[in-house]
Structure formats: structure tokens, C-alpha cells
T-cell receptor, first 112, second 116 residues
Framework: QKEVEQNSGPLSVPEGAIASLNCTYS??????FFWYRQYSGKSPELIMS????GDKEDGRFTAQLNKASQYVSLLIRDSQPSDSATYLC????????????FGTGTRLTVIP | KAGVTQTPRYLIKTRGQQVTLSCSPI?????VSWYQQTPGQGLQFLFE???????NKGNFPGRFSGRQFSNSRSEMNVSTLELGDSALYLC???????????????FGQGTRLTVV
């Protein structure tokens, strides 16, 4: 069983819509959760981190964490063509250590 | 504030050779982690260095090794290169806190290694 699972997509949404990206993880003791955006040919860029249950908002991005369900999601409101990228979910099992487990990523395309 | 710097950006090597990649973390960050990214396996953790010591290691063969210097710069080495080692190698810089501290990782632009 993979540590972190994501739908590989592709996910297509029209410009201005809400994109919803989902991620599940297997280690119930996981402590920290991150969303990275990766444009083709580029390196991952951190866009959100979340550590406790509930929602965390940053501009057009909202991360949601439910530790009981072992589920983390990312909502992108008012999607723009520039949001088209692969979104990677990453989980850190222990605080203090810096090894991340990544999902395989969801490819998002925002259609103008 | 300068970001994470990786050199070189691109490398082409022949099977059996060895390669050394370099990473300079964000100023003030003392933890450097290395990852391999391939289309088939995605992003996989190689190892983490902090205070010149390897702190965590992923599931990679001993051909993959690393080190960290007193200025926190890190190098990773791959010996006896195989075709399957062709990948994007990414370095991540973090402030390493103790238990209970949440820290974020910031990636460099990566080194694209092609083994022929």
C-alpha cells in the first residue's frame, strides 16, 4: 500500500471554476501535510502547509485536513490558466525529521 | 533572500561512471534532503543531512551517498551509474526543528541527470 495516494487525473476545469484535489495517506500518525505545485520541467513549489484538522486559507487556495479520515484536500477557487500544473501532496510522518512522502501528483488543466 | 541552489542543472554521463551533485540551502537552513524524481516512481526520498550527519535514509542502494559540509552545503554522489538512475535530482532545504516543530521544505531547481 502506497503511503500517499492521489488521483493522477488529468483533471480539467473551466477558467473561474473551483478545482478540487484530493489525497489520502496511510500512516495514521502523520503530522504535517503539504501541497506543492510543479510546472512541467520545473521543480516543486510549496503552496500550502497544514498541520491541524480543519481548513486553512491562503488567497485562492484552501487546504483541508481530516486526520480521522486520513484525508487532505486542496481547493483552488477562481481557477486560472496559470494554475495548470501537477499538484503534489506530501506528508511528513514525524515532526523533527525532514523526509517527505509524496503522492504521484494530479495533473490539472484550466481551460480558458 | 537567495533560494536553494543546485549545480549543475544538466548532466549527461555514461553507464559505470560516477557523478557528484551539489546543493546550497537557503541561508539559515541547516537541513538538506535529497529526492529523486522519475516518471515511473514519482518523487522519492533519498536521504537527509543535518549538522554534517545523515539523519534519515530512504530505500536506495548504497551507490547513492551524500555528505554535508560545515556551511550546510551538501553533495550527493552516485557511483557506478545505471540507465535507471536517469532522473531529476532535487534538493530540499529546511529549518530542522525538534520533535513537535513543524517545518517546511523548499526545493531547488534540480539537476537533470541522463545516463547513456
Amino acid at each position: 500500500q502506497k503511503e500517499v495516494e492521489q488521483n493522477s487525473g488529468p483533471l480539467s476545469v473551466p477558467e473561474g471554476a473551483i478545482a478540487s484535489l484530493n489525497c489520502t495517506y496511510s500512516d495514521r500518525g502523520s503530522q504535517s501535510f503539504f501541497w506543492y505545485r510543479q510546472y512541467s520541467g520545473k521543480s516543486p513549489e510549496l503552496i500550502m502547509s497544514i498541520y491541524s484538522n480543519g481548513d486553512k486559507e491562503d488567497g485562492r487556495f484552501t487546504a483541508q485536513l481530516n486526520k480521522a479520515s486520513q484525508y487532505v484536500s486542496l481547493l483552488i477557487r477562481d481557477s486560472q490558466p496559470s494554475d495548470s500544473a501537477t499538484y503534489l501532496c506530501a506528508v511528513k510522518v514525524r515532526t523533527g525529521a525532514n523526509n517527505l512522502f509524496f503522492g504521484t501528483g494530479t495533473r490539472l488543466t484550466v481551460i480558458p | 533572500k537567495a533560494g536553494v541552489t543546485q549545480t549543475p542543472r544538466y548532466l549527461i554521463k555514461t553507464r559505470g561512471q560516477q557523478v557528484t551533485l551539489s546543493c546550497s540551502p537557503i541561508s539559515g537552513h541547516r537541513s538538506v534532503s535529497w529526492y529523486q524524481q522519475t516518471p515511473g516512481q514519482g518523487l522519492q526520498f533519498l536521504f537527509e543531512y543535518f549538522s554534517e550527519t545523515q539523519r534519515n535514509k530512504g530505500n536506495f542502494p548504497g551507490r547513492f551517498s551524500g555528505r554535508q559540509f560545515s556551511n550546510s552545503r551538501s553533495e550527493m554522489n552516485v557511483s557506478t551509474l545505471e540507465l535507471g538512475d536517469s532522473a531529476l535530482y532535487l534538493c530540499a532545504s529546511s529549518f530542522r526543528g525538534g520533535q513537535g516543530m513543524n517545518t517546511e521544505a523548499f526545493f531547488g531547481q534540480g539537476t537533470r541527470l541522463t545516463v547513456v
